[in-house]
């Protein structure tokens, strides 16, 4: 099985290449890079989903020879009550040659009000501030900004693991989720 995932961030690739391997031995996982669909830094989830299935679709476009496509797509989403009203989530989608699309998100966690404030007066990229700050260049292509603030305990690879797992939970159960109807 060949599976393309619609990115130039290595990191991306690895998380796919391990959740896939775990239910697909031998599967081969491929870099594809893809245009965005959506802005460089997506904001509020209809963004992020689209930028997740733009990436899958344009991978499996791409690699003629694969049978599923993945798209990662990560951004800032409202979350009321929360210090900066703003939180970073990662989604994945999965797409298959028939067309079905599979979505799966991962947990979401808050930058500090002073980098929102940056990213949305400027409406520029997460990843420019926190290199800023962090002074880590390429900081997305390795631990990631979640790697940085939660000092080492999860990084970018483990946070789009868990939204590429969650969606792989319908293709693992497909007969529950795509039965007909009785």
Not at 53 to 69: H, Q
Not at 110 to 121: D, F, H, L, M, R
């Amino acid at each position: 099985m060949i599976v393309a995932v619609g990115t130039s961030n290595p990191v991306k690739v690895h998380a796919v290449r391990n959740v896939f391997s775990q239910f697909f031995p031998g599967v081969e996982v491929v870099m594809r890079e893809v245009a965005s669909v959506v802005p460089p830094q997506p904001m509020g989830l209809d963004e992020i989903v689209r930028g997740a299935i733009g990436r899958a679709k344009g991978a499996l476009n791409k690699e003629g020879s694969a049978e599923m496509g993945v798209g990662i797509e990560a951004g800032i989403i409202e979350v009321p009550h929360s210090i900066s009203g703003w939180m970073d989530q990662q989604y994945a989608a999965i797409v298959d040659r028939s067309g079905k699309v599979t979505i799966g998100g991962g947990p979401a966690f808050e930058y500090p009000p002073a980098v929102i404030k940056q990213v949305i007066s400027r409406r520029c990229e997460v990843g420019i501030v926190m290199e800023a700050i962090t002074g880590i260049e390429g900081l997305g292509r390795k631990q990631g900004a979640i790697g940085y603030f939660s000092k080492g305990a999860m990084d970018r690879v483990r946070l789009s693991e868990l939204a590429v797992l969650m969606a792989m939970i319908p293709r693992l159960n497909w007969g529950v989720y795509f039965s007909q109807p009785e």
